[in-house]
T-cell receptor, first 112, second 112 residues
């Protein structure tokens, strides 16, 4: 059974800082891994998808890396902004039928 | 192009009642998954539908059932509601199994 841990659980930083969110998972036999953000009481917005054969994906100020063999992924956010405040969730996909497992997320607050 | 749409947005029920939640996938998507998200937790996989069949199921009791229609829209039914069923119910769709998930805004269910 896949288990996902995200560290830290919460993070508060001043605007402009670069930051790293960590995700670890127990079953390294994954198909891909997706990072999402969630605003309070809302649905999830996809940020980045990394295929199992990839090491890294970038979108604007976001960069996600994947080390499948060690069961780890990191999300790097450059030059953080107050609008980045949200909960960030990582979700490895363990099967072709898309059995996706979520961590409990990292709640980020960026202070102006 | 409409994304994933869910209805209703909020719902209040009492214990023992039955509820039906609805989801229309993003245009061009044929796979629909349902997730339950309790407060402060990550989403938990309920089941996935593809070609009008349940293809994969998470660890949820038979009180949770679903259906997919020929137009790919889907319903989630929950019978004999319990207080613990109170949660945000999220629907996700994808174009191809195993690829990027797109989520709706969710249905907030409160069981009193």
């Amino acid at each position: 059974k896949q288990e996902v841990t995200q560290i830290p659980a919460a993070l508060s930083v001043p605007e402009g800082e670069n930051l790293v969110l960590n995700c670890s998972f127990t079953d390294s036999a994954i198909y891909n891994l997706q990072w999402f953000r969630q605003d309070p009481g809302k649905g999830l917005t996809s940020l980045l998808l990394i295929q199992s054969s990839q090491r890294e994906q970038t979108s604007g100020r976001l960069n996600a890396s994947l080390d499948k063999s060690s069961g780890r992924s990191t999300l790097y956010i450059a030059a953080s902004q107050p609008g980045d405040s949200a909960t960030y969730l990582c979700a490895p996909n363990s099967g072709g039928y898309q059995k996706v497992t979520f961590g409990t997320g990292t709640k980020l607050q960026v202070i102006p | 192009d409409a994304g994933v749409t869910q209805s209703p947005t909020h719902l209040i029920k009492t214990r023992g009642q039955q509820v039906t939640l609805r989801c229309s996938p993003k245009s061009g998507h044929d796979t629909v998954s349902w997730y339950q998200q309790a407060l402060g937790q990550g989403p938990q996989f309920i089941f996935q539908y593809y070609e009008e069949e349940e293809r994969q199921r998470g660890n949820f009791p038979d009180r949770f059932s679903g259906h997919q229609f020929p137009n790919y829209s889907s319903e989630l039914n929950v019978n004999a509601l319990l207080l613990g069923d109170s949660a945000l119910y999220l629907c996700a769709s994808s174009e191809v199994q195993g690829e990027k998930l797109f989520f709706g805004s969710g249905t907030q269910l409160s069981v009193l």
